[in-house]
């Protein structure tokens, strides 16, 4: 048994000891706002700056997370809470973010999903500004595409794992269509999150890649090098509380509930389900999908986000979790309760087995040739400096002599070739692109910021340039991230 498990049995104990009896005295969280969130979103506290005032302010300073009673976290976070405030703005609308920086580092804030120009997209690579160290600076952007986004810290972290997306920066940045029909009874809003990261050698708790599925990128023969150091964490959650710690989620028999995952965390995909309910996918990314579908499980990862609705039909109390028991008993997940049953204990029944796949959600359609393929090639080296695993896009660490080229107004296709045995989240910056093929199978109309790439597998997507500016390419899992495994994308 090494440390890892004994966290999680010490915790395992807390949450079993937890789950039936819930503590109701918690504040709400951000699991539940039905209508207008509770949280102080257009506070703007802060002394003016020149101009008009701004429409949001964000403060980054150290916080406390309370995940469960006696399991309280020291992080960073934003407006001293985890995750931040919900950030809503109509389509279109004009927007100023105040970001102040009460911290000793410079920081950067990424409008994951946004159409913003580099200079306030929030990455360095692009040549975004810092909010410097005890200073501030103002975000400006029109409120575009329609969607569930976010926002979060874009900061290196390297070997501090007390940094970026390690950290309690994190939010839910929604942009209201006029044209949303509103079929729902509840919205709400759930982030999964590890904490307290760590580096081992271990295999990530993710599930491993089912033998069985095509392996186009897989070599003849096989890495023999051992593998070396990823990041793996003790600790779990839904927004800022651990299974059974946080008020549950209460619904009706009848509704249909609007939910917004986020997987918020900096390494991990996750999979979740909730017994004798199925989720109808609506969205990917935020994006509406061509062929909303009925699903058991979802599958999430770092950076991604489903938009579902949920039938309340199964009056019970339920837990809304992790399939891998481990994970579920670690944190994360959250006691769903119809009204009339809180006598009940939560049940959590293993889903039926099912295998996530984007292309269901799309449609059979052609896509025009693009003016353009540019094929991407992901390698790992094992156990590189400080034995952290190193990645190689197209042979090369970051940063590369050369940018990727976009002329403007082109018709792009991007081949991903993942040569390595783990799935990897890549995402886009500023553009949003459409699934082509996954694994050989084709599909339209998915549109998408972040794309899983499985084990040894290849995606295609395409994409128009229509967004000048430098333009950052990256795997979402942070360590991948900071060790390799990026690119930028320059307009000619
Ligand atoms: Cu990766």
Redesign the pocket.
């Known amino acids: 048994m090494n440390r890892r498990d004994l966290v999680r049995l010490g915790w395992a104990t807390v949450i079993g000891a937890g789950a039936g009896k819930l503590r109701p005295a918690f504040a709400q969280s951000l699991a539940q706002v039905p209508g207008p969130p509770p949280h102080p979103m257009v506070a703007t506290l802060e002394p003016k700056a020149t101009g008009r005032a701004a429409d949001f302010t964000l403060r980054i300073a150290p916080t406390m997370v309370e995940l469960a009673p006696q399991v309280v976290l020291s992080t960073i976070g934003y407006s001293n809470q985890v995750p931040g405030p919900l950030l809503r703005m109509r389509e279109g609308q004009r927007v100023a973010v105040e970001v102040v920086n009460d911290t000793d580092v410079p920081e950067y804030v990424h409008w994951h999903g946004l159409f913003v120009p580099s200079d306030v997209d929030g990455a360095e690579e692009e040549g975004t500004p810092p909010v410097p160290p005890h200073g501030r600076r103002r975000y400006q952007f029109v409120a575009k595409p329609a969607g569930s986004r976010w926002y979060h810290s874009h900061t290196e972290a390297m070997l501090d794992l007390h940094r970026g997306a390690y950290t309690g920066q994190f939010g839910f940045l929604m942009i209201d269509s006029a044209n949303d029909p509103g079929l729902y009874d509840q919205e709400v809003f759930l982030a999964l999150r590890e904490w307290q990261p760590f580096l081992t050698t271990m295999d990530a708790d993710e599930e491993r890649p089912d033998p069985s599925d095509p392996m186009p990128e897989k070599p003849a023969t096989p890495d023999s090098r051992p593998n070396g150091l990823e990041v793996s964490a003790p600790l779990y959650s839904i927004n800022d509380k651990m299974l059974g710690a946080g008020e549950p989620l209460r619904v009706r028999s009848g509704q249909r509930i609007l939910m917004h995952l986020l997987n918020a965390s900096a390494s991990q995909i996750h999979r979740v389900a909730l017994p004798a309910h199925k989720f109808q996918v609506i969205a990917l990314d935020g994006n509406r999908v061509p062929a909303p579908q009925l699903v058991s499980v979802i599958e999430i990862a770092p950076g991604e986000r489903v938009d579902a609705i949920v039938e309340m039909t199964q009056p019970g109390v339920w837990i809304l979790g992790e399939l891998r028991n481990v994970a579920r008993q670690s944190g994360m997940g959250i006691v769903v309760e119809y009204a009339n049953q809180q006598q009940q204990r939560a049940t959590w029944l293993p889903p039926p087995s099912a295998r996530w796949d984007y292309t269901i959600f799309g449609q059979p359609a052609p896509h025009p040739a693009p003016d353009k393929t540019i094929d991407m090639v992901?390698e790992k080296v094992p156990g590189g400096p400080h034995g952290i695993n190193h990645?190689l896009v197209n042979g090369k660490e970051y940063p590369h002599e050369r940018e990727f080229v976009f002329r403007q107004g082109g018709r792009y296709r991007l081949l991903f070739h993942n040569r390595?045995d783990?799935?990897?989240?890549?995402h886009m910056h500023r553009h949003l692109f459409e699934l082509v093929e996954l694994n050989g199978k084709q599909t339209a109309g998915i549109k998408k910021d972040t794309v899983i790439v499985p084990a040894f597998g290849r995606v295609a997507v395409d994409l128009v340039a229509d967004q000048p500016g430098l333009t950052l390419f990256h795997?979402?899992?942070q360590?991948?991230?900071d060790f390799g495994?990026k690119a930028l994308f320059r307009y000619a």
Do not use: N
Not at 422 to 426: G, Q
């Open positions: 992901f990645w390595s783990d799935s990897h989240p890549l795997c979402h899992i360590q991948h991230m495994f």
